[in-house]
Nanobody
């Protein structure tokens, strides 16, 4: 089993920045990709960004490209999401997730999830 714990959410004004962190513990050796998803009230969960250490790449949902940066810690069991130029539409519950797949944007391919951290961007 893999446990994921997010932190770093909060309330920020539009144009501001936040950094989310996700710490993984347990049997993490098979989790090749760690990602961030988000879900706004009344909307479906959507992919935000992911880092695949085995494929050595990162990829993003189009609306966050150039504003968000996903990265891994040196031990590869921590993933960060640096969010700049935040907009009210970025308001959501942000989830960290881990997958055995080397590259995926599908929530169904992520077997491990954190409890979520709330990000609220005021206008």
């Amino acid at each position: 089993q893999v446990q994921l714990v997010e932190s770093g959410g909060g309330l920020v004004q539009a144009g501001g920045s936040l950094t989310l962190s996700c710490a993984a513990s347990g049997r993490t050796s098979g989790t090749y990709t760690m990602a961030w998803f988000r879900q706004a009230p009344g909307k479906e969960r959507e992919f935000v960004a992911a880092n695949s250490w085995i494929a050595d790449n990162t990829y993003y949902e189009d609306s966050v490209k150039g504003r968000f940066t996903v990265s891994r810690g040196n031990a590869k069991n921590t993933v960060y999401l640096q969010m700049n130029s935040l907009k009210p539409k970025d308001t959501a519950l942000y989830y960290c997730a881990a997958s055995i797949h080397p590259r995926s944007t599908k929530g169904s391919e992520y077997g491990y999830w954190g409890q979520g951290t709330q990000v609220t961007v005021s206008s």
